[in-house]
């Protein structure tokens, strides 16, 4: 367990030192404080503007800040040869998976209550009630919705054989995990058989992250933060990142270096 602590706190410390991550903070305070100037065109419903817009800029700035940590740590693993310098210590290779992912977990959470912080100053200052629950709950599923993620990049980076290549890929289930939902549900209404098959392989293989987005709903009558659902989310989440951090270390154990 020290040892996975120990190389946690390595990824941790090089994301921070990274002046691009420092940058892409600085980004997203700035875009969250940018929907101070859209809630002027909606005056009756500013704070639900200031609301709905920074909880996107956090839910998209938590996914460039994945893309952003593991394209560094591939640079460094595979330029760099930090990766061989890190495995010949004694330390076996799945708690450096492991280690690795709590890492860049660490790195977005900071950067997650960092963007929290700047929206509930923002609430408050336009009248609302910053520390309403809902608004705390959706910043926490879209935490969620990125270690999902980060488990997927964290598999990605042991199979892929470039970094443009696995930030593509990464790319492409962002983009499906929003849309896989719909998709199915398309499928099974207008699709053949063979299209239902397809859909449904995407469906179970790439993770649903509309099961995370809130900033719709977050105004709405929908049970969907009440402890079930948050049971099933965490449920949902707890597996899916077990299944791929036990791949990537199964296949990380097999690679030769």
Not at 25 to 44: D, N, T
Not at 184 to 213: H, M, S
Request: charge should be positive.
């Amino acid at each position: 367990m020290r040892r996975i602590a120990a190389v946690a706190e390595y990824i941790f410390k090089q994301s921070f030192r990274n002046k691009i991550l420092n940058v892409l903070i600085l980004f997203a305070v700035f875009a969250i404080g940018f929907s101070l100037a859209i809630s002027e065109l909606a005056r009756e419903a500013e704070v639900k503007m200031v609301v709905d817009f920074g909880l996107f800029a956090i839910s998209l700035f938590a996914f460039l800040t994945i893309v952003l940590s593991m394209t560094v740590q591939l640079f460094e693993e595979t330029e760099l040869k930090t990766l061989t310098l890190i495995i010949v210590k004694p330390i076996k290779r799945y708690e450096y998976i492991l280690g690795k992912y709590l890492g860049m977990m660490m790195t977005v959470l900071m950067n997650i209550l960092i963007m929290l912080v700047i929206l509930m100053l923002i609430v408050k200052f336009r009248g609302g009630e910053p520390w309403d629950i809902k608004l705390i709950e959706a910043s926490m599923y879209s935490f969620l919705s990125v270690a999902i993620l980060a488990s997927a990049a964290m598999f990605l980076s042991v199979v892929t054989t470039s970094v443009p290549g696995c930030i593509i890929f990464l790319i492409s289930i962002y983009a499906m995990g929003h849309l896989t939902i719909h998709l199915k549900n398309l499928a099974d209404k207008t699709g053949g058989a063979v299209v239902k098959a397809a859909v449904d392989l995407i469906y179970y293989v790439v993770p649903n992250l509309e099961l995370f987005n809130m900033k719709d709903k977050i105004n709405s009558s929908q049970a969907l933060f009440d402890l079930n659902y948050l049971g099933l989310v965490l449920g949902y989440t707890s597996l899916y990142i077990i299944v791929m951090l036990v791949l990537t270390s199964i296949i990380f154990s097999r690679k030769e270096f």
